[in-house]
Structure formats: structure tokens, C-alpha cells
Nanobody, 122 residues
């Protein structure tokens, strides 16, 4: 079992930056691929980024390439999402997810956090 808790969301002006953290409980988190998703009001949940279990490979949705960076620290059981050049369209609840299989952009992850709100004002 893996329990995920996101933090770091908040209100930021357009052009600003935020760093989201996802802290995992469980002994074997270093064996899990992880990802970030987001869901805006009235919209479906969308994939943002994923990272392999060892952090060696990262994947990004086109709309965040060059602006967001995913990373992880397995010693700290944590995954991060560094977000820069934020836009009002980035406003959403951001979720981290983990699975004991290769990283994917699909929502087929086994474990999900409760989400953290990110609001970008214009």
C-alpha cells in the first residue's frame, strides 16, 4: 500500500512559479513510477507528467514542456513538480499518482493523493 499526500498548492499570479510536493508512505515507493495529473472545474482529469521508478526518465504533456519539471527523491519518498511561467489556464486541482508498473500517461495508476489546489490569477 502507498499513501500519497500532495502539498505546495496555492494562489499565484500569472508568470509566477510553484513547487508541488507529493510525499509517499510505504517502504517500496522507490519501486513505483509516479505521475502528476490535474483537473480543472468542468473538465476531465488530464495527465501532466510522469517519471520512472528511478527518476531516470521523465515524460511531459506538450502543454507543459519547458515550463514544468518533474523530479523525485526516493530517499525522501517524494515526487515534485516544479511549475514556472504559470498561466490562468493552469488553474486546477493537482494530483500525484503512483503505480508499480512502468510510467504511463493514462490514468491507470494504483494510488492517488487527495489533490492540492493551484490557482493562477491574471
Amino acid at each position: 500500500q502507498v499513501h500519497l499526500v500532495e502539498s505546495g498548492g496555492g494562489l499565484v499570479q500569472a508568470g509566477g512559479s510553484l513547487r508541488l510536493s507529493c510525499t509517499a508512505s510505504g517502504r517500496w515507493f522507490s519501486n513505483y513510477a509516479a505521475a502528476w495529473f490535474r483537473q480543472a472545474p468542468g473538465k476531465e482529469r488530464e495527465w501532466i507528467s510522469a517519471i520512472t521508478f528511478d527518476g531516470g526518465t521523465t515524460y511531459y504533456a506538450d502543454f507543459v514542456k519547458g515550463r514544468f519539471t518533474i523530479s523525485r527523491d526516493n530517499a525522501e519518498n517524494a515526487v515534485y513538480l516544479e511549475m514556472t511561467s504559470l498561466k490562468p489556464d493552469d488553474t486546477a486541482v493537482y494530483y500525484c499518482a503512483a503505480r508499480g508498473r512502468p510510467a504511463t500517461s493514462s490514468p491507470n495508476y494504483d494510488y492517488w493523493g487527495q489533490g492540492t489546489q493551484v490557482t493562477v490569477s491574471s
